[in-house]
């Protein structure tokens, strides 16, 4: 596997006086306020430049993909490829589900591919074990889906895989006997003695909470001061538009709008599309696209342009953990959102396993069974620890 980030910039010393006017303050830095006006701040010190033009973002696509991973509640069905008034969403959903089948009724199906196998599972966090709420840092997950988690890493090697950094994931999951990737599975955290050869330089020694010895493999980590420094000016720029809220990942950062009134979407797009003009080796892709039935979660996700995703994430903790033989192994990832179907794929490709999308609405995915919602996931959780007990009482 090339390890190595593609593209990366050189940015190997932030301190160095050429890094720092790399990452100095640049003429993106500017405040959009809703109007789309720029205004001024004390602490801008570089000449300003005029916003680019609305018509940018309008032609790029941008503001059709914002309205797209948002449609309004109840209108119609467009992501199957067919359009139905909402009333008639159960039937669409119904056969939907002949293409991606219920794991939960696809349940006898998968234990026994998986009787003789290793059984690995990978789960997404935000809308797999933890509902889409409005505030990202209310995102908890359920007790019942938390004892469901802790019950499966009992017997199964467990991995969740998010977009958040993974320290936050970690204080939201609170469990130590996990793995976490954070940051799209560019900061992977696993135990030491759990390591295979594989890879073995291009890991990092460190401690986990506990101060347990830990390794870290972080494919961006040259990208560290520019993920900052982006994430404190898309703050800067978006200060003034009301609902909007930007997190940092460390590896990666994200602009969320799902609480702007949507008439200042294009304004938000116009803020990240001017900063990002100045940063050819960050990337923009977007959040969840469907759930149209839902009310659906708005993002803007500003990452590195390295050949880096979830499904690279999954490869290498399998590889990692010894556990690449797909003879003997049986990976289930479980995942809601655009950027689990890299995951998927990976699955899908490899004839390894299950992708299970998580999905109360109609959609085109790589995986191939689903879940209604976060409740399903948890009964299926769950019945896989029931069934493994049983097993292991019957050895
Ligand atoms: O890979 P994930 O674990 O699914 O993380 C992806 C993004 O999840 C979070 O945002 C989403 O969930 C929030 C809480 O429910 C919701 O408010 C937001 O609208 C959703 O997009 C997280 O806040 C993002 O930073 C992650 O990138």
Redesign the pocket.
Known sequence: MDLKPKNAPILSDPSSPLNKSRLGMNSSMLPCSQSGAPFSSSILTAPRKKPGKLDDVRSNGWLDAMQSSSPPRKKIVKDFGVEVASDDSDIVYNSWMLKYPSALNSFDHIINRGKDKKIVIFL?????L???????DR?FMSDDMHSAVKGVAEYFPTAI????SRDK?YDLVGLAELYYAGS?GMDIMFPVQDTSCVHQKSYIRSTDKQGKEVNLFQPAREFIPMIDEVFKTLVEVTNDIKGAKV?N?KFCT?V?Y?NVDEKNWLTVAQCVHDVLKDYPRLRLTH??KYNVLNNP???L?VRPVIDWDKGRAVEFLLETLGLSNSDDVLPIYI???R??EDAFKVLREGNRGYGILVSSAPKESKAFLSLRDTTEVSEFLKSLVKWKEQVDKTQ
């Open positions: 997404d966090y935000d809308g797999t933890s509902p889409i709420v409005d505030d990202p995102a895989i998010s977009g958040r994931v799209h997190e990942h994200s969320h799902r959040g969840r979660p708005q993002v996700e995942g809601d959102d950027t689990d």
